[in-house]
């Protein structure tokens, strides 16, 4: 039997990750002891290197808690979801060759001027930054889903991302009033909200239903986004869930 502090030092997982596995039904521990504190066993860390192995593949907590509970019924959505991530690796396979193919041209650049080609060094910076900023959500679309976002990338624009971002910041402003009044998800006032917000979503996503599947277990998948997303992107747990019963409430 392991404690959680144990078990996390055991398996390399933070004691907050069981927690919030444990809180979604994922892994809960085999036992607890008589003061309430939790008590993994082998058989918790045999379950907890699947969800792993499944996490790194790119399935949401979601699929993952699928699967666990009946493998047979989701080897389509496992080998869908290693295809994806395989072009993903392909991708960045090629990203990083471009790199070092602008790396090696700047170095070029030093030994025969003496003095550096800063506009060579502005590729290399952009194209790091590109893969920092684009690459961690690719695993959450599928092919279809990824070739819909790629062909409208043309639609998009600093001046129209900028006027998006205004309007979530607005929309989330609404939801939070709704929450402190209290207003029920069902009522008129929560509807209109959950219109806007599908309204705002669908700017996004083009009414593709691909796209939308890939936006939705990007979401539930929150706490494993890059730090520096999860600061700027990452929405209240208490927003999530008020504007998810509203949507099913029009549904």
Known sequence: MYLTRQFAI??????????????????????????????YTTDDLIRLERIMVLRYIGLSLRQIADI???PRASEQDIATLLQTQAIILRERRDH?????????????????????????FQTIVKEVSMQDSTEWSKKYYSEAAQQ???????????????????HWKEMFAKVETAIAKGL??????????????????????????EVQKGLNTMYEDQQNWPQSTQQ???????????????MHSRS
Do not use: C
């Open 232 to 246: 700027q992107y990452a929405l209240k747990p208490e927003l999530m869930d008020f504007i998810r019963k509203a």
């Open 10 to 39: 055991l398996t390399g997982v933070t004691v907050r990750t069981l927690h919030h596995y444990d809180r979604l039904g994922l892994l809960s521990p085999t036992q607890r002891t008589e003061s309430g504190y939790r008590l």
């Open 184 to 209: 029920a998800p069902a009522s008129p006032e929560a509807q209109q909200l959950a219109a806007q917000w599908q309204k705002l979503v669908e700017g996004f996503t083009g009414g593709n239903r």
């Open 96 to 120: 990083i060759i471009r790199v070092i193919r602008a790396v090696e041209k700047a170095e070029q650049s030093l030994n025969a001027e003496r003095t550096p080609d800063w506009q060579i």
């Open 148 to 166: 819909a976002i790629e062909q409208r990338k043309h639609e998009w624009s600093p001046e129209l991302q900028e006027k998006v971002t205004a």
């Open 68 to 70: 666990l509970s009946d």
